[in-house]
């Protein structure tokens, strides 16, 4: 199915560090959204972005909405173990449909 | 919790049999969306209601079909159920159509034998 690209697929990295992770996509979407989501259970709604430009911080979290439309990054900030889990972009396009990224699993060494 | 309310939480059901999900979204939510999540495929959309109505559709199968009632909950619908099937089948909720944030409930699992 469709999806967009999202990098990286996995990092492993210290507690207290910085991460980045971002998708990109070849169509323009409307909305931009972050989740996580635990083995098991359902993706929790981490940031969500409507203008093309925006930048948005909720806690340690900060995510940007693409100028052109068809990108977004996520920045976690001194990250803690329990930001372990799987981090997935979603882009929404205009008929609602919310496209997901392969996701990003993120390990956290305390 | 985000609200968004599914059942059964767990089934386990064998090939060739129908199995019916259950969605509640949020309330004063209009749109119900479903999609399926299996190991090798990621996030997949299905269907998106709104108010009663489908809006959009994804790689649903023909076996698969789904409703939104007046009362704005949604079941999907799996028959003559597969191995491949075994998943966990997501409901999201929003309040309008297009441009709002999208909450997930916590999954159906279901597994074929």
């Known amino acids: 199915g469709q999806q967009l690209n999202q990098s990286p697929q996995s990092m492993f990295i210290q507690e207290g560090e910085d991460v980045s992770m971002n998708c990109t996509s070849s169509?323009?979407?409307?909305?931009w959204l972050w989740y996580k989501q635990d083995p098991g259970e359902g993706p929790v709604l981490l940031i969500a972005?409507?203008?093309?430009?925006e930048l948005t911080s909720n806690g340690r979290l900060t995510a940007q909405f693409g100028i052109t439309r068809k990108d977004s990054f996520l920045n976690i900030s001194a990250s803690i173990p329990s930001d372990v889990g799987i981090y997935f972009c979603?882009?929404?396009?205009?008929?609602?449909?919310?496209?997901f990224g392969q996701g990003t699993t993120l390990q956290v060494k305390p | 919790d985000s609200g968004v309310t599914q059942t059964p939480k767990h089934l386990i059901t064998a090939t060739g049999q129908r199995v019916t999900l259950r969605c509640s979204p949020r309330?004063?939510?209009?749109?119900v969306y479903w999609y399926q999540q299996s190991l090798d495929q990621g996030l997949q959309f299905l269907i998106h209601?709104?108010?009663?109505?489908?809006?959009a559709k994804g790689n649903i199968l023909e076996r698969f079909s789904a409703q939104q009632f007046p009362d704005l909950h949604s079941e999907l619908n799996l028959s003559s159920l597969e191995l491949g099937d075994s998943a966990l089948y997501f409901c999201?909720?929003?309040?309008?159509?297009?441009?709002?944030?999208?909450?997930f409930g916590e999954g159906s699992w279901l597994t074929v034998v």
């Open positions: 999201a909720s929003s309040v309008g159509n297009v441009g709002n944030t999208i909450y």
């Open positions: 169509s323009i979407f409307n909305t």
């Open positions: 972005l409507y203008k093309a430009g």
């Open positions: 979603a882009g929404q396009d205009n008929t609602g449909k919310l496209i």
């Open positions: 309330s004063g939510d209009l749109s």
């Open positions: 209601y709104y108010n009663g109505e489908e809006r």
